[in-house]
């Protein structure tokens, strides 16, 4: 008997052993950022914290078509995009919830956070105005002024499908009006130099190659071109130069790396925990720099290839979150004026 009750005994205590080593404290992250430098990032995590980190990496849309078959039984913990507006796809498919944490909305200013927590504001990308030194001498240093008659056939931008243009008309829309929007994508489409092709570092391309005087780009495709071999554009980047738009206005559009909290988290005390991670200095640094962006967390560094475009005044009246309220009437106009 006694035997009997020592076995169990016996068996109950390695049960427990058995399921805390099963429970070891991990989280998954679905992310849509895959930069190899990452990886230290996350071992700075769970070194600091003893939490895994378990990666799974895809396209924004996918992951987020993912989140939502999963549903509940999702093993995702935090979601991770490099575009508020895929923030907004997936808050529309309702794979999100609300973090609680007084770190995380006392480090990240409000307007580049969701307004009820769904994400938040990890990095911050400027979408800004690049040019030939030679051909132009006067190149835009607006947004708007993008649409003026004197630019035609001058300007290369890539297509409306594309995310980054969806928010920057959607940021337009918020601060000019849906009327003023239209107009300026309609003087936009007239003053292209080609339709629409290619990603933003094919934009930039353009200027070297001569087809364009004018270009539209995020601003760590143009730093890469310092910082490796980019071809078509690294050997004559000297020949480009850049304009923070709207310094003397609401400033440059930014747009973000977005982090958020999975709804069905099943870890949802080590996803804080990594979300707080992700705006303490370290990993703000590191996070942004590694690709050139800027910090969200305002008071962070730059490293001297981030910094090398300067000073400038970023748009912070316009909030990030209406990049995707606006998403929707945003796509309208491109259709209506258009814009391949
Ligand atoms: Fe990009």
């Excluded at 309702?94 to 769904?118: E, F, K, T, W």
């Excluded at 570092?201 to 087809?211: N, Y």
Aim: net charge negative.
């Amino acid at each position: 008997m006694l035997t009997t009750l020592t076995a169990r005994l016996i068996a109950a205590t390695s049960l427990i052993a058995i399921s805390s080593a099963a429970m070891a404290a991990e989280v998954n992250v679905y992310s849509s950022r895959h930069y190899d430098s990452d990886d230290a990032l996350y071992e700075e995590f769970t070194k600091q914290t003893g939490i895994t980190v378990n990666r799974i990496e895809g396209k924004a849309d996918e992951l987020i078509a993912r989140l939502e078959a999963e549903g509940d039984n999702s093993p995702a913990d935090v979601l991770i995009t490099v575009d508020a507006g895929r923030m907004a796809r997936a808050e529309e498919a309702g794979v999100l919830q609300a973090y609680d944490s007084d770190v995380v909305d006392n480090a990240v200013p409000s307007h580049l956070r969701h307004p009820d927590d769904l994400w938040f504001g990890v990095s911050q990308r400027a979408r800004i105005i690049f040019y030939d030194k030679e051909r132009v001498e006067n190149p835009p240093r607006t947004y708007e002024a993008l649409a003026d008659p004197e630019y035609k056939g001058q300007i290369c931008i890539r297509s409306s499908s594309n995310v980054y243009n969806q928010s920057l008309l959607a940021s337009i829309i918020e601060a000019d009006g849906a009327d003023a929007a239209k107009e300026w994508a309609q003087g936009v489409v007239d003053n292209m130099a080609r339709a629409p092709q290619g990603g933003d570092t094919d934009q930039l391309r353009g200027l070297v190659s001569g087809e364009c005087d004018i270009a539209v780009a995020n601003h760590y495709y143009f730093l890469r071109g310092f910082d490796s071999d980019v071809e078509g554009l690294s050997a004559k980047i000297d020949s480009i130069g850049w304009v923070w738009p709207n310094q003397s206005g609401r400033g440059a559009h930014l747009n973000l790396t977005a982090a958020a909290m999975a709804k069905s988290s099943p870890n949802p005390e080590e996803a804080l925990a990594l979300l707080e991670f992700l705006t303490g200095e370290y990993a703000q640094y590191h996070f942004a720099n590694q690709n050139n962006e800027y910090p969200a967390v305002p008071g962070v560094g730059l490293d001297a290839d981030t910094a090398r475009l300067g000073f400038f005044v970023p748009d912070t009246s316009t909030p990030t979150a209406s990049f995707s309220a606006n998403a929707k009437q945003a796509q309208e106009i491109f259709n209506a004026v258009n814009w391949q």
